[in-house]
């Protein structure tokens, strides 16, 4: 069992639709990071959360230490939203461990 | 102005050969990662320094060696290159503090096809 879960593995949703994307994982941490790869390869940070919750334009990102879990939602889900969404924890040892990543595409 | 980049972007080469990827940082980060993306899309991290420093060094072959002149820059050098071999290599950099990675910034990768 992989120490990071993510859920759904694929997703398939309409424009415009509220996204949840989920990740759960079973060590301790001190981050939490969400990274997005564009189809043409390209990967860029999301957020990086050690509480709480963050907001950047129509993303926003939430984790609950206590249960061990992350979300990453959507809002008014775009086709240029499609990509693959990847949960990373930092668990204090320079590692960053990494889940295998959600595929979403949204659909015009 | 680009923070994280990468040469080359791909390259086809054949068994046996020896290559290096080039990977440098304008973000002024103490710390660089290499990355393998193979075909079912995982990344796994391979190595990472910090302040030229190696404090990540997973179990990968010892055909692979980094090396890290200076905070700005980690080459990758794979030597007897073999088809397993063939993947997505990213670089990126990132700030450590307390142990733990702030965000990381990733080159655009190089595409490896071993033939």
């Known amino acids: 069992k992989n120490e990071v879960e993510q859920s759904p593995q694929n997703l398939t949703a309409q424009e415009g639709e509220f996204i949840t994307i989920n990740c759960s994982y079973s060590?301790?941490?001190?981050?939490l990071h969400w990274l997005q790869q564009h189809p043409g390869g390209g990967i860029v940070s999301l957020f990086m959360?050690?509480?709480?919750?963050k907001k950047h334009g129509r993303l926003i990102a939430t984790i609950n230490i206590q249960e061990k879990h992350s979300s990453l939602h959507i809002t008014a889900s775009h086709p240029r939203d499609s990509a693959v969404y990847i949960c990373?924890?930092?668990?204090?040892?320079?590692?960053?461990?990494w889940g295998a990543g959600t595929k979403l595409i949204i659909k015009p | 102005d680009t923070a994280v980049s990468q040469t080359p972007k791909y390259l086809v080469t054949q068994m046996g050969n020896d290559k290096s990827i080039k990977c440098e940082q304008n973000?002024?980060?103490?710390?660089m990662y290499w990355y393998k993306q193979d075909s079912k899309k995982f990344l796994k991290i391979m190595f990472s320094?910090?302040?030229?420093?190696?404090?990540i060094n997973e179990t990968v072959p010892n055909r692979f060696s980094p090396k890290s002149p200076d905070k700005a820059h980690l080459n990758l050098h794979i030597n007897s290159l073999e088809l397993g071999d063939s993947a997505v290599y990213f670089c990126?950099?990132?700030?450590?503090?307390?142990?733990?990675?702030?965000?990381?910034?990733f080159g655009p990768g190089t595409r490896l096809t071993v033939t």
């Open positions: 959360l050690s509480s709480g919750k």
């Open positions: 060590v301790g941490i001190s981050a």
């Open positions: 990126a950099s990132s700030r450590l503090a307390g142990g733990f990675s702030y965000e990381q910034y």
């Open positions: 990373a924890v930092s668990p204090g040892n320079y590692q960053l461990i």
């Open positions: 973000l002024g980060h103490d710390t």
């Open positions: 320094y910090n302040n030229k420093e190696l404090i």
